[in-house]
């Protein structure tokens, strides 16, 4: 499976984005998809994923009710919206698949599939 993510900017505090990735080469709805995010000097963190049936989502506490994420599986993409961004939110966005279970769906190291990253920049 191939990603590409894309959307990011710079947008100021309380704004909002949307991410979008698209995906190719595989079968698209088998997979979990989830999305990372890199600051500046900091390890790459989980922010949110969702199953590859679509009935469950997991967030990361501190984006819970601003972010959003959505799966087309007919057009084999996946999105971010981010409402109400913080300056923390600054960070380098990143889509990823793969085959997780309940234990490792907030683990990079479960997802095999990423696409290249898009950045995200939050002005005060």
């Known amino acids: 499976v191939q990603l590409q993510a894309f959307g990011g900017g710079l947008v100021q505090a309380g704004g909002f984005l949307r991410l979008s990735c698209a995906a190719s080469?595989?079968?698209?709805?088998?997979?979990?998809l989830g999305w990372f995010r890199q600051a500046p000097g900091k390890e790459r963190e989980f922010v949110v994923a969702?199953?590859?049936?679509?009935?469950?989502?997991y967030y990361t506490d501190s984006v819970k009710g601003r972010f959003t994420i959505s799966r087309d599986n007919a057009k084999n993409m996946v999105y971010l919206q981010m409402n109400i961004l913080k300056p923390e939110d600054t960070a380098v966005y990143f889509c990823?698949?793969?085959?997780?279970?309940?234990?490792?769906?907030?683990?990079?190291?479960?997802?095999?599939?990423w696409g290249q990253g898009t950045l995200v920049t939050v002005s005060s």
């Open positions: 990823a698949a793969g085959r997780t279970i309940l234990s490792t769906i907030r683990s990079g190291m479960a997802y095999g599939y």
């Open positions: 080469g595989g079968t698209f709805r088998s997979y979990d």
């Open positions: 969702t199953r590859w049936s679509g009935g469950r989502t």
